[in-house]
């Protein structure tokens, strides 16, 4: 278990690396919109001016250097509303702004496009996109969302969204049986209980996000399982009440233990009022959500 505990507390988030096929670099070139469309064009002093120098002595959050923080930068003024719907993006611009390459420019633009937060059109250019496009699945964008202008309206649909998945992924999870995900969970359950104990909040968020991505992922349901990756990154977001379990409580914690005994049992029912039980650990989530029933 001690190897298992030092594996999550020395795991890195993974990400992909967003690299582009060469035929796509050419969809963001250098002045691509014409001079009307400057008109309005957004000012930047939202962005970081240090951005481009802070990025060249050291990687990125996620490890992608100056693309990841390009992105992480102009992906949150998106999602702020500090550029808004139909703002033209000029790469030059954006290059100059930020102090990178129009390498890095582009790579950029087509991680957001991919996320549908901007747009390239021949013609027109690239703009920021309405709210009503963008994949709000996406974990980088619920992650902008919960710490913007619209932080409370995320975690409230993180809520909701948490409490219609993961009651129905505990007792679809208590038919399959499968002993080595139970004793999985079960490490996940000690590794908590460790690092509660020592003080390690950031070890217990780990194996936390773990134990119910595993849980999503054994319901034998692709397309619930599709939606795990939401599931990570709401118990990733910190500062709000999310659910009972987005920190060390011995609360949640006896709840994640009960989930494990009702898989073991084969007992779906219990499964799913445990984990209704744990999604309502906080006051704050219980007036979003109804408060199990008692049986």
Known sequence: MSTLAHTMMTAARSADSGL??????DR????????????GAPVWDGGDPELGRVGRRAAGSRGRGLHGQLVQQLGQMIVSGDLGADRPLVPEEIGQRFEVSRTVVRE??????????????????????????WNLLDPDIIEWRAFGPQRDDQRRELSELRWT???LAARLAAGHGREDVQQRLADMVEIMGHSMAQGDALTFSRADSEFHSLL????GNRMLEHLSGIVSAALQVSGG??????????????????????LAAGDGAAAEAAMRQLLTVHPE???????PREH
Not at 20 to 25: D, K, R
Not at 28 to 39: G, K, M, S
Not at 118 to 123: F, I, T
Not at 241 to 260: K, M, N
């Open 216 to 219: 999503i992922q054994v319901a």
């Open 241 to 262: 009440p999310i659910a009972g379990c987005d920190r060390p409580t011995e609360a949640s914690l006896a709840h994640h233990g009960r989930i494990c005994d009702a």
């Open 165 to 167: 998945i993961e009651p």
């Open 20 to 25: 582009a096929s060469p035929g796509e670099l």
């Open 108 to 133: 950029s633009l087509r991680v957001l496009e991919a996320k549908g937060l901007v747009s390239a059109r021949p013609n027109v250019g690239t703009r920021v996109r309405p709210v009503s496009d």
């Open 285 to 291: 989530v219980e007036r979003v959500v109804p408060a």
């Open 28 to 39: 963001y070139p250098y002045a691509e919109a014409p001079a009307v469309d400057r008109v």
